[in-house]
């Protein structure tokens, strides 16, 4: 198993319209596609306007034809038009591929 990290760094105040579409339109689509939330997190403390979440797959193949076929799918890209039909949400995103030690729990 390998996890990705994620973190999405927001245009300023749209955060609530980030939270709004992964709840109501983005889980979903991982759903329909196979990928595995291990789950979502904000800052109480720190960085105001960032989303950080994970994600976990097989392995790297089994990540790169999952993104693949969530990013090509036609209904992800209408909703992600019509979220962002006042601009960006998104400033900047991070991501990361992890992969367990032999001592974590998480193996």
């Known amino acids: ?41 904000t800052e109480d403390i720190g960085t105001s306007n960032r989303l950080v979440y994970m994600l976990g797959y097989d392995s790297l193949a089994d990540r790169e034809a999952k993104w693949a076929a969530f990013q090509a799918d036609p209904d992800w890209n209408r909703v992600r038009a019509e979220t962002e039909q006042n601009g960006p949400i998104n400033a900047k995103v991070h991501n990361t591929i992890l992969r367990p030690t032999s001592y974590s729990p998480m193996q």
Not at 4 to 30: C, K, Q, S, W
């Open 1 to 41: 198993m390998i996890y990705e990290l994620r973190i999405y760094e927001t245009m300023p105040g749209r955060l609530p319209d980030l939270n709004n579409r992964f709840a109501n339109h983005t889980v979903g689509f991982f759903e329909r596609h196979g990928i595995k939330v291990v789950g979502f997190w």
